[in-house]
């Protein structure tokens, strides 16, 4: 069922019955209209409230419908509107919980709005690429005034009910059951005559072009590659400029060609792919969890100091382990440091700042931390100096414990064999700064437990990250992936590019930053490390010695004052480096390489169609669950530009066969093995498929 059709005294209420969110799907839009039919012919019937079942009054337009001809089937939102805007009998919505989006432009149809405190009211329709294209972007403004209407559709933003309480939107916002509330307020205007209509309310904003002209430039230079942002603009602008049904019709253009683009089919995907990622085959939403009160972490280390920050973010008690009291100390004082800066910012109030800190204890002793829900590791990338704590946490910790490790390329399950417990053991990969970035791989050991991984999992929406699942392979879904692109940007210097070239071509393309400065600012002498571990472990796999040249001269990148690039003291801006392209050409030249002029295209597709041959092995060896996990391991933590969906969503833009064939003519140039298509995607790219 997708409404409900019940009569009440002498009102009717139709209740939106489409979980989750109520999303306004084709059954549901039909049973809205086939509701009002039902009160419209009842004579018994003197007004009709509409209202959301369970936990919302509606996430707005179903989005799983859109790329499906139900999307506009008829009855199409608009004419659920229209029905029930043009009603003769007043129309009340009962607003709840989330009113977005679709749902809010229904609500926007009707004659009142009785709305309950704390609802979350919003038209985030441009965080999916796309406008409000159901009259928000015209009613909005006639309830709100220009300028606030304009701020809630350029940036999404919910705002909550009792906000806007003195705004027309809403005739009563109201404590306890809105149900009850919108059912006395039907009594009371049951037989008001004539039905307000936010169509019919004048705008009145007499200075409107200065405002608009003032908003297209701010947003234009705020939108990035997005359409969405600047079309908002212009449809909220005809609210002022044109006639309400010309300004409904200009609206459902511009809509219509937004639905469209790449960008919003890749903010959709980006969309349920977050969503999709905290869920597991065989691991079932009703998966008992443990209880996770309080939070050690081991080492107070740039990396431990962010993480525990996001416990302490999140309400939860952490406590940091460090072996010298130096260390802890300045440990404690950076994390101070860090919230102060953000109290200076005004982004933290004194309360908060307070709260935040006094969560966050030192101790030297695992004694203390025994009694801690989850305990998560965050020393020196190496295996001994794991096998060391994760020993001791064994005998410390108390039982049911989770022990995990922020390893970022290290074997989880000979980590989770040092202990006696290894169905205790995951992995959880943080970010650099952990505080910030949205990533958080959980790794997944053979032996790691259910409920261990559902509590990670849920862990991890509490301190709002995108958890994504990973087996356990070397360096894991994102580390993995990495490696092939650096890999291929060590091939291109040899071949003819700087280290600024590389870098400007993905930059260009919308990445946060280029391998390079990404380098630079992670420390150079991370990959070296791992890379002679590599040259160890891994004989076979050939690597640009340009990366080990660079950090034989102590240039590690930011923390040296040099990297890739040359950097002045207390600027982070990267100056090319004389010393470093010398480097570069002398290396040509001592393997022979007659250098050639690279273009911005093959830079790009040689990085890009590497993570993704990497990531198609990746998923074939089920080390990822679904190709849109990968995705957001890329767009939430190594700055892959949003708008492309994520490297796999990318190739299928591309068309997998396309990147074949590039594959193949990159086979044909140096270190040609590199370019073996994985067989997932040549099957795919044979098939016509794609991996989304
Ligand atoms: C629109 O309205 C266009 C119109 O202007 C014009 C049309 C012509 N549809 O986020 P959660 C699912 S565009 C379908 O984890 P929360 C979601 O996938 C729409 N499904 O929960 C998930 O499913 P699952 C404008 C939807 O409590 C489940 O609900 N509206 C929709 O943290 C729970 O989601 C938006 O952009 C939907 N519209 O947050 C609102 N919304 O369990 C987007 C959610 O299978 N939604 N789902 O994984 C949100 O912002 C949040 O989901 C919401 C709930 C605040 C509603």
Sequence with gaps: MSAEYQVNGNVAVITLNNPPVNGLGHATRTAVVNGMKQALNDDAVKAIVITGAGKAFSGGADIKEFNSPKASAEPSLHTVINVVESSDKPVIAAIHTVCMGGGLELALGCNYRVASKGAQIALPEVKLGILPGAGGTQRLPRVLGLEMALNMVVSGTAVPSEKLA??????????????????????????VRPLPRVRDIKIDYPNYEAYLQFS?????AMAGPFPAPLKCVEAVAAAVTKKFDDGIKFERELFVDLVQTTESKALRHAFFGERAASKLPDVPDDTPTRPIKSVAVIGAGTMGGGIAMNFANAGIPVQILEMKQEALDKGLATIRKNYENTLKKGKLTQEKFDQRVGLITGTLSYEEIAQADIVIEAVFEDMGVKEQVFKKLDEVMKKGAILASNTS?????KIADFTKRPEDVIGTHFFSPANVMKLL???????????????????????????????????????????????????LLEEGCTPEQVDKAVEKMGFAMGPFRMGDLAGNDIGWYIRKRRYVEKPQITYSKTADLLCELGRFGQKTGAGWYDYKPGDRKAYPSSIVNDMIIKHSADLGVERRKISDQEIVERLIFSLVNEAAYILEEGIATRASDIDMVYLTGYGFPLHTGGPMFYADTVGLPNVVMAMEKYAKGRHGDAWKPAPLLAKLAAEGKTFN
């Design 166 to 191: 003195k705004t027309a939107i809403f005739n009563e916002v109201v404590e306890g059951d809105v149900l009850e509330a919108a059912l006395a307020f039907a009594a009371k205007v049951a037989d």
């Design 216 to 220: 297209r430039n701010t947003v234009r």
């Design 409 to 413: 390329t290290l074997d989880v399950d």
């Design 441 to 491: 791989e959980i790794v997944r050991g053979k032996k790691t437990t259910k409920d261990v991984l559902a509590t990670v999992l849920g862990l991890s929406k509490k301190i709002k990250k995108t958890g994504v699942v990973s087996g356990v392979c070397d360096g894991f879904i994102g580390n993995r992936m990495i490696e092939q692109y650096s890999r291929q940007a060590g091939f």
